[in-house]
């Protein structure tokens, strides 16, 4: 399977355990987007990397969320201190980049925070 | 304003019949536009990308209004199997932000 693919699939964590989420991207696709959907809403960007820069945070990643792409390939979301508002589903996309932005998205991590 | 509204819905239709919907943006210097298709408890799937001219595939059919800023999709002789979540999304191509309206959810009725 040659797609994007998030490691793993559910977490259940108590509050104040910190949680690190893994995605892979497609091969060939230098630049990897993080994002978080709750039910009823659209995903809400979190951070982007073009290879392994990171290039932007959005203003929801507060200080306990961090992201890394230490090669440009795979990637990690980490949560620290984990609250229950942080319950969601973790979607990593990755693309091409310019001029061809069209997002193909992994499956997804569902967390959720007891 | 938020950058990117769509009317969540939901939208019953009954099969075969045509439907619509916008997606409206805040931001003038937006340049790229899409469609997704989000169905329940799965990822966002590309459906289509929005030109400026306007693109059709199949019963699919994008348009762009730029003087009104918004983007439009219409499904014709719509089918059980287009039930779903349709996701727009606006990229500001001076940062490269991409950015996804809240959904519009669709249920075609038999």
């Known amino acids: 399977d040659t797609g994007v693919s998030q490691d793993p699939r559910h977490k259940i964590t108590k509050r104040g355990q910190n949680v690190t989420f893994r995605c892979d991207p497609i091969s060939e696709h230098n630049r990897l987007y993080w994002y978080r959907q709750t039910l009823g809403q659209g995903p809400e960007f979190l951070t982007y990397?073009?290879?392994?820069?990171?290039?932007?945070k959005s203003r929801l990643l507060s200080d306990r969320f961090s992201a890394e792409r230490p090669k440009g390939s795979f990637s990690t979301l980490e949560i620290q201190r984990t609250e229950q508002g942080d319950s969601a589903m973790y979607l990593c996309?990755?693309?091409?980049?310019?001029?061809?932005?069209?997002?193909?998205f992994g499956s997804g991590t569902q967390l959720s925070v007891l | 304003r938020k950058e990117v509204e769509q009317d969540p819905g939901p939208f019953n239709v009954p099969e075969g019949a045509t439907v619509a919907f916008n997606c409206t943006y805040s931001n003038s210097a937006s340049q790229s536009f899409f469609w997704y298709r989000q169905d329940c408890r799965k990822e966002p799937k590309l459906l289509m990308s929005?030109?400026?001219s306007g693109n059709e595939d199949g019963r699919f059919t994008a348009q762009l209004n730029r003087a009104s800023q918004y983007i439009s999709l219409l499904i014709r002789d719509s089918k059980l199997s287009d039930s779903a979540t349709y996701l727009c999304?606006?990229?500001?191509?001076?940062?490269?932000?991409?950015?996804f309206g809240k959904g519009t959810r669709l249920h075609i009725l038999p």
């Open positions: 996309a990755s693309s091409q980049g310019q001029p061809n932005e069209k997002l193909f």
């Open positions: 929005v030109y400026s």
């Open positions: 999304v606006v990229i500001l191509n001076r940062d490269d932000k991409i950015i």
């Open positions: 990397f073009q290879n392994e820069a990171q290039l932007e």
